[in-house]
């Protein structure tokens, strides 16, 4: 059996090799296992366990396969009758009174040979870690796995997707966005948020043109991550039929990033400060911010013109869901375009996220780049980038590691203020810019990230930090094999 392991996001493996409907039905049982230990063997019949899923390959099936285990071990399951948001089944989760948790079968941003199950706690949000590791202690033990079945349980398919988007309805100037005549490019990535767009903006004035909103199991050829590089064909069909905005959304929908309206390629990072923005001026909303070592600069200095406490804590969205439940936070935020807002969930939403957006242009202006310049004026000018290098799942956490090792002196022709080790290695320098290497929670990648105040010093940093992962993998190469029988 395979080792099944839970990373920043889950569970995520390759189909047909770990990613197996034994292992699902082994994860599902694990989960249940723990829902009955803390609830009690009084207190299952009638609990209820949600089950979603996404487009990817099989999917449906996998969740079919989770379902049954659960309804098998005394749970009543309420499955999605439909490829659906992660945000959906969450808020699924967290309004009915009876459900003890979730199970989401989606691998997200992931490659297409991928696929995953993200576990959801009674609060909608993701589990803590502790639970996860419970999860993995109990498919350690194999006697644990053989409990029998129990009356009770049951499956019913219910459309999770329609009271989702009625819900988001409520929660914006829906009214202003439909008679603003606002004309919406939507690109789907072939996931799970084709449609919601249309469905939302459906009999007003404004527009939606869908864009790769086909399901497509190989997603087109790229990973469906709203990052420049997956985003070219949309910036190309832009620039030949201009519109006020690009919204791009990742395979699960629980993601966002922007694009301008002529095809201009905007970063994550531009969606979460904007979000921020139009939150506070513009609604005049307070609260704690929530961010992550990966995240723009730009974030401290919003808080700081705006009076904002922040909160920085490890990258996963595990780690900022449980901050919001402290129950001060405005928006928990990090660099992959997750956006979560406090009166919402306690969970990213990318949907929201995108309409949060269409909100602010609809009654404040509908250009991206004019509101884009005014807080460069505010904050001064930032270029951020990214670098995701493949390397083996046995020595990327090496590399990664080696980082902190020998921090250089410079980065960028600029001296190193300080080195940051929450999570990753993270080099600040005294002008504010930065370079960050981390090894991915859910992939066998080494990500380098870094922010400048310029593109040019921006790609030094990135050439900078791809020769730091490079030098590591050279001289983790080089370390000679000690073997059982050799000298200790």
Not at 70 to 86: E, I, K, N, Q, S
Not at 128 to 150: I, K, W
Not at 152 to 169: S, V
């Amino acid at each position: 059996m395979a080792k099944v392991r839970f990373g920043t996001d889950g569970w995520r493996a390759v189909m047909a090799e770990d990613f197996t409907f034994d292992n699902v039905e082994r994860v599902a049982a694990a989960t249940a296992r723990i829902w009955k230990d803390d609830l009690g063997v009084a207190s299952v019949e009638g609990s209820t366990a949600v089950v979603g899923y996404d487009r990817r390959f099989q999917s449906d099936s996998f969740a079919r396969c989770a379902a049954a285990t659960l309804a098998r071990l005394g749970f009543r399951v309420v499955l999605t009758d439909c490829p659906t948001p992660t945000p959906a089944v969450s808020l699924a989760v967290a309004r009915n009174a009876r459900a003890v948790g979730g199970l989401m079968i989606t691998a997200s941003h992931n490659p297409p040979e991928f696929n995953g199950i993200k576990l959801k706690a009674a609060n909608g949000g993701p589990v803590p870690t502790e639970f996860s590791n419970r999860v993995e202690q109990v498919l350690a033990c194999r006697e644990a796995m053989d409990e029998a079945p129990v009356d009770g349980g049951g499956i019913t398919e219910r459309d999770l997707r329609t009271p989702y988007l009625k819900r988001l309805g409520r929660r914006v100037d829906l009214a202003l966005i439909r008679r603003s005549g606002l004309r919406v490019a939507h690109d789907a990535m072939h996931g799970v948020g084709a449609g919601c767009y249309e469905a939302l903006l459906h009999g007003g004035r404004s527009r939606v043109t869908a864009l790769r909103a086909e399901h497509d199991p190989l997603f087109g050829g790229v990973n469906p991550e709203p990052i420049p590089t997956n985003c070219v064909s949309t910036a190309a069909w832009l620039r030949a039929n201009p519109h006020d905005i690009g919204l791009v959304s990742d395979g699960d929908a629980d993601r966002l990033s922007l694009m301008g309206g002529r095809g201009e390629i905007l970063t994550t990072h531009d969606a979460i400060v904007l979000v921020l923005n139009h939150l506070v001026r513009h609604r005049g909303e307070r609260g704690r911010v929530v961010t992550t070592p990966n995240t723009t600069a730009r974030i401290p200095k919003l808080c700081a013109l705006f009076g904002l406490p922040m909160t920085e804590v490890p990258i996963g969205f595990k780690h900022l869901g449980a901050e919001m439940l402290k129950g001060d936070t405005l928006v928990a935020v990090e660099e992959s375009g997750s956006i979560g807002v406090g009166w919402h969930l306690p969970e990213r939403d990318g949907i929201l996220a995108g309409l949060l957006i269409l909100e602010m242009l609809a009654g404040h202006g509908r250009s991206l780049a004019v509101h884009l310049r005014r807080l460069e004026k505010e904050l001064g000018p930032h270029h951020y980038g990214r670098s995701d290098l493949r390397v083996s799942e046995q020595v990327r956490m090496e590399l990664a590691n080696a980082a902190a090792a020998r921090p250089p002196a410079k980065i960028g022709g600029v001296r190193v203020a300080k080195v940051e080790t929450l999570d990753g290695v993270k080099y600040v320098g005294v002008d504010g810019s930065w370079l960050m290497v981390r090894a991915s929670g859910t992939e066998p990648i080494v990500r380098v990230y870094a922010e400048a105040t310029s593109a040019g010093r921006l790609e030094k940093l990135l050439r900078l930090g791809r020769t730091l992962v490079g030098t590591a993998a050279m001289n983790q190469k080089r370390v000679p094999c000690r073997c059982a029988t050799g000298p200790n």
